[in-house]
Nanobody
Framework: QVQLVESGGGLVQPGGSLRLSCAAS????????MGWFRQAPGKEREFVAH????????SYGHFVKGRFTISRDNAKNMVYLQMNNLKSEDTAVYYC????????????????WGQGTQVTVSS
Protein backbone atom coordinates (compact mmCIF):
# COMPACT_ATOMS: atom_id res chain seq x y z
CA GLN A 1 0.00 0.00 0.00
CA VAL A 2 0.99 3.57 -0.68
CA GLN A 3 -0.59 6.45 1.21
CA LEU A 4 -0.65 9.86 -0.41
CA VAL A 5 -1.55 13.18 1.23
CA GLU A 6 -1.77 16.39 -0.79
CA SER A 7 -1.37 19.90 0.58
CA GLY A 8 -0.77 23.43 -0.63
CA GLY A 9 -4.07 24.20 -2.29
CA GLY A 10 -6.00 27.38 -1.69
CA LEU A 11 -7.39 30.55 -3.21
CA VAL A 12 -5.17 32.51 -5.57
CA GLN A 13 -5.75 35.37 -7.98
CA PRO A 14 -5.38 34.91 -11.73
CA GLY A 15 -1.73 35.11 -12.69
CA GLY A 16 -0.64 33.90 -9.27
CA SER A 17 1.28 30.80 -8.22
CA LEU A 18 0.81 27.83 -5.96
CA ARG A 19 3.01 24.91 -5.03
CA LEU A 20 1.24 21.66 -4.31
CA SER A 21 2.93 18.97 -2.26
CA CYS A 22 2.26 15.26 -2.01
CA ALA A 23 3.63 13.31 0.94
CA ALA A 24 3.98 9.60 0.25
CA SER A 25 4.38 6.75 2.67
CA UNK A 26 4.20 2.98 2.64
CA UNK A 27 6.02 0.98 0.02
CA UNK A 28 9.23 2.29 -1.51
CA UNK A 29 7.76 5.27 -3.30
CA UNK A 30 10.88 5.76 -5.42
CA UNK A 31 9.82 2.69 -7.40
CA UNK A 32 6.61 4.37 -8.58
CA UNK A 33 5.92 6.88 -11.27
CA MET A 34 3.97 9.75 -9.76
CA GLY A 35 1.31 11.92 -11.30
CA TRP A 36 -1.01 14.84 -10.72
CA PHE A 37 -4.58 14.92 -11.95
CA ARG A 38 -7.36 17.43 -11.48
CA GLN A 39 -11.12 17.37 -11.52
CA ALA A 40 -13.41 20.35 -11.83
CA PRO A 41 -17.13 20.19 -10.93
CA GLY A 42 -19.08 18.38 -13.60
CA LYS A 43 -15.96 17.36 -15.52
CA GLU A 44 -13.91 14.19 -15.82
CA ARG A 45 -10.64 13.73 -14.02
CA GLU A 46 -7.89 15.24 -16.18
CA PHE A 47 -4.19 14.38 -16.48
CA VAL A 48 -1.94 17.25 -15.38
CA ALA A 49 1.59 15.86 -15.15
CA HIS A 50 3.67 12.79 -14.43
CA UNK A 51 7.25 12.12 -13.39
CA UNK A 52 9.11 8.83 -13.65
CA UNK A 53 10.53 6.97 -10.65
CA UNK A 54 13.96 8.60 -10.95
CA UNK A 55 12.71 12.13 -11.62
CA UNK A 56 14.44 12.42 -14.98
CA UNK A 57 11.41 12.14 -17.29
CA UNK A 58 8.26 14.22 -17.12
CA SER A 59 5.19 14.83 -19.24
CA TYR A 60 2.33 17.31 -19.04
CA GLY A 61 -1.23 17.77 -20.11
CA HIS A 62 -1.80 19.80 -23.26
CA PHE A 63 -3.24 22.76 -21.34
CA VAL A 64 -0.15 23.24 -19.14
CA LYS A 65 1.88 25.01 -21.82
CA GLY A 66 4.96 25.55 -19.68
CA ARG A 67 3.11 26.94 -16.66
CA PHE A 68 3.47 23.92 -14.34
CA THR A 69 6.49 21.93 -13.22
CA ILE A 70 6.39 18.53 -11.55
CA SER A 71 9.30 17.38 -9.41
CA ARG A 72 10.07 14.81 -6.73
CA ASP A 73 12.42 14.27 -3.83
CA ASN A 74 12.73 10.53 -3.28
CA ALA A 75 14.81 11.00 -0.15
CA LYS A 76 11.86 12.81 1.44
CA ASN A 77 9.13 10.80 -0.31
CA MET A 78 7.69 14.01 -1.69
CA VAL A 79 6.25 15.05 -5.04
CA TYR A 80 5.57 18.64 -5.99
CA LEU A 81 3.61 20.57 -8.56
CA GLN A 82 4.68 24.17 -9.06
CA MET A 83 1.90 26.07 -10.79
CA ASN A 84 2.53 29.54 -12.23
CA ASN A 85 0.39 31.98 -14.17
CA LEU A 86 -2.76 30.34 -12.89
CA LYS A 87 -6.02 30.88 -14.73
CA SER A 88 -9.63 30.60 -13.63
CA GLU A 89 -9.95 27.41 -15.67
CA ASP A 90 -7.30 25.80 -13.45
CA THR A 91 -9.82 25.75 -10.61
CA ALA A 92 -10.27 22.13 -9.56
CA VAL A 93 -9.46 19.53 -6.95
CA TYR A 94 -5.92 18.34 -7.58
CA TYR A 95 -4.98 14.72 -6.85
CA CYS A 96 -1.62 13.05 -6.41
CA UNK A 97 -1.33 9.45 -7.63
CA UNK A 98 1.20 6.61 -7.84
CA UNK A 99 1.65 4.14 -10.69
CA UNK A 100 3.74 1.05 -11.38
CA UNK A 101 3.64 1.77 -15.12
CA UNK A 102 6.47 3.34 -17.08
CA UNK A 103 4.60 6.16 -18.82
CA UNK A 104 1.27 6.56 -17.05
CA UNK A 105 -0.90 9.37 -18.41
CA UNK A 106 -4.39 8.04 -17.77
CA UNK A 107 -6.17 7.66 -14.45
CA UNK A 108 -6.63 3.93 -14.97
CA UNK A 109 -2.86 3.43 -14.87
CA UNK A 110 -2.59 4.73 -11.32
CA UNK A 111 -3.19 2.38 -8.42
CA UNK A 112 -2.96 4.76 -5.47
CA TRP A 113 -4.61 8.12 -4.95
CA GLY A 114 -4.65 10.89 -2.39
CA GLN A 115 -7.79 12.67 -1.16
CA GLY A 116 -7.12 15.80 -3.16
CA THR A 117 -6.54 19.48 -2.44
CA GLN A 118 -8.75 22.30 -3.70
CA VAL A 119 -7.26 24.98 -5.92
CA THR A 120 -9.44 28.00 -6.63
CA VAL A 121 -8.30 30.72 -9.00
CA SER A 122 -10.45 33.80 -8.67
CA SER A 123 -10.19 37.54 -8.28
Amino acid sequence: QVQLVESGGGLVQPGGSLRLSCAASGRTVSRFAMGWFRQAPGKEREFVAHIDFSGTTTSYGHFVKGRFTISRDNAKNMVYLQMNNLKSEDTAVYYCAASRDTWPRTAGEYAYWGQGTQVTVSS
